[in-house]
C-alpha cells in the first residue's frame, strides 16, 4: 500500500512540474537589435532579417516594446551565437561563450557573403521568432 501511495504522489509531482515548466516556455517575447535598432525588418511572420557584411556596433538580443511606430529594447536577455554556412547549411558554434552584447564585427569576420547568423536564447523563457539573419 505505501509503495502505491509513494508510486501515485511520484507520478502527480511529475505531471504538475511539467505542467508548470510548460506553461512558462517562451512567455516573452524577444528580438535581436544592432546599435538599438530592430534587425528584423518586420516583427511578423514574414519579416526578414539581413544585415550587410559592414555593418558595426552592438548585436543584441533583448526583450522589447513593440509598436508599428517604433522598437524599443528593454532587457538584454543571454544568447549564444552560431553560423550557418551558405554552401552547406552546416552549422557551427561561433564560440562557446555566452553573450548579452557582442560587437557585430568580431562575427562578421567569420562569415562570408549568404551565410547566416544564428542566435539561440540561452533560457527558454524567452521566444526568438526572427533567429537568423542573413549577411549580404
Known amino acids: 500500500m505505501k509503495k502505491s501511495r509513494l508510486l501515485l504522489c511520484t507520478l502527480l509531482c511529475s505531471v504538475l512540474s511539467i505542467t508548470v515548466f510548460s506553461q512558462e516556455a517562451f512567455t516573452n517575447c524577444s528580438a535581436a537589435f544592432l546599435n538599438s535598432k530592430l534587425v528584423v525588418d518586420e516583427y511578423s511572420p514574414s519579416g526578414k532579417c539581413t544585415l550587410p557584411d559592414t555593418a558595426t556596433g552592438e548585436l543584441t538580443v533583448c526583450t522589447a516594446n513593440l509598436s508599428p511606430e517604433n522598437s524599443i529594447p528593454v532587457e538584454k536577455i543571454k544568447f549564444k551565437i552560431a553560423l550557418r554556412d551558405k554552401s552547406t547549411g552546416t552549422l557551427t558554434m561561433f564560440s562557446n561563450e555566452t ?38
Not at 562569415?111 to 521568432?129: A, N, R
Open 99 to 136: 553573450y548579452k552584447q557582442v560587437d557585430i564585427r568580431k562575427v562578421l569576420t567569420r562569415c562570408k557573403k549568404g551565410d547566416h547568423i544564428v542566435l539561440i536564447t540561452t533560457d527558454t523563457e524567452y521566444s526568438l521568432p526572427h533567429n537568423e539573419i542573413q549577411v549580404f
